[in-house]
């Protein structure tokens, strides 16, 4: 059973920085691509980044520059280093493997 917990979201002034987790199980973040998504509330949900198996990586213009993906293989982990945040990145956070998803860690960025 493939299952990813995300953690690591929670409130942050404008300009401070912080680093999600997603720790996954029933599959290998080293084989598979991931991916991070974002949920602004009352919005859609949108695709922010991605760490392919080969460990390419690929952002959205939104947050590309700010923020970076990386794979921790030993822990099965895969982590969203935030930096520079600014309210609009305001949402709640997932993992997803394309076919499996968390339940998402809620990030607030404000004064």
């Known amino acids: 059973q493939v299952q990813f917990v995300e953690s690591g979201g929670g409130l942050v002034q404008p300009g401070g920085s912080l680093r999600l987790s997603c720790a996954a199980s029933?599959?290998?973040?080293?084989?598979?691509?991931m991916l991070w998504y974002r949920q602004p509330p009352g919005n859609q949900r949108d695709w922010i980044a991605t760490?392919?198996?080969?460990?390419?990586?690929f952002y959205s213009d939104a947050v590309k520059g700010r923020f970076t993906i990386v794979r921790d293989s030993l822990n099965n982990t895969v982590h969203l280093h935030m930096e520079n945040l600014k309210p609009e990145d305001s949402a709640v956070y997932y993992c997803?493997?394309?076919?499996?998803w968390g339940k998402g860690t809620l990030v607030i960025v404000s004064p």
């Open positions: 029933g599959i290998s973040v080293s084989i598979s691509p």
């Open positions: 997803s493997s394309g076919a499996f």
């Open positions: 760490i392919t198996g080969g460990g390419n990586t």
